[in-house]
Antibody, heavy 122, light 107 residues
Framework: EVHLVESGGVVVQPGGSLRLSCAASGFSFDDYAMHWLRQAPGKGLEWVSLISWDGGSTYYTDSVKGRFTISRDNSKNSLYLQMHSLRPEDAALYYC???????????????WGQGTLVTVSS | DIQMTQSPSSLSASVGDRVTITCRASQSITDFFNWYQQKPGKAPKLLIYAASSLQSGVPSRFSGSGSGTDFTLTINSLQPEDFATYYCQQSYSIPLTFGGGTKVEIK
């Protein structure tokens, strides 16, 4: 059974940094692209970032480019999101999600974690 | 960026009703299109991928159709557990984008 468990969400001041982690199990982690998505309280879903199965390609939504870095450690079945220069508008529940297709990404999310909450406040 | 416009933003329906939700893309996305269901306090769940393919384990009362720019999610014989918010999403190009959601409430 596929399991994705996020961690690392805390209260951080504007301008601060944070590293989110996602521990994966139940599937061949190094066969799949992985994603980070977020959902602000009471709002809709927003895709944040994608990393290819081998970590060689990464993509970001414009609002986080230059501030967030996605990475993965296939030896540890783990996904990460390093977040810098955090803004109030980055406050959200952050989800990691598995891509639907093995190999090159398809861009649909067939398994999600339960999310980790990032609060940006002074 | 490709904009996804869902309608309606909310609807009220009764158990047993047939419900239709539509989504329009700002440009053609062929069939790189997906539907999700989200219940309060839970992560979203993939229902339909590639516009019309039912995700494993999803009841057959859910169906998807469309291609190009216009897509539809149909729920036949709405069940109590189907009251939720539904999101459409395009997987045609980066950035991957979602519609604003449709909240299905009990009439």
């Amino acid at each position: 059974e596929v399991h994705l468990v996020e961690s690392g969400g805390v209260v951080v001041q504007p301008g601060g940094s944070l590293r989110l982690s996602c521990a994966a199990s139940g599937f061949s982690f190094d066969d799949y692209a992985m994603h980070w998505l977020r959902q602000a309280p009471g709002k809709g879903l927003e895709w944040v970032s994608l990393i290819s199965w081998d970590g060689g390609s990464t993509y970001y939504t414009d609002s986080v480019k230059g501030r967030f870095t996605i990475s993965r450690d296939n030896s540890k079945n783990s996904l990460y999101l390093q977040m810098h220069s955090l803004r109030p508008e980055d406050a959200a529940l952050y989800y990691c999600a598995k891509d639907k297709r093995s190999g090159s990404h398809y861009g649909a999310f067939d398994y999600w974690g339960q999310g980790t909450l990032v609060t940006v406040s002074s | 960026d490709i904009q996804m416009t869902q309608s309606p933003s909310s609807l009220s329906a009764s158990v047993g009703d047939r419900v239709t939700i539509t989504c329009r893309a700002s440009q053609s996305i062929t069939d790189f299109f997906n539907w999700y269901q989200q219940k309060p306090g839970k992560a979203p769940k993939l229902l339909i991928y590639a516009a019309s393919s039912l995700q494993s384990g999803v009841p057959s009362r859910f169906s998807g159709s469309g291609s190009g720019t216009d897509f539809t999610l149909t729920i036949n014989s709405l069940q109590p557990e189907d009251f939720a918010t539904y999101y459409c999403q395009q997987s045609y190009s980066i950035p991957l984008t979602f519609g604003g959601g449709t909240k299905v409430e009990i009439k």
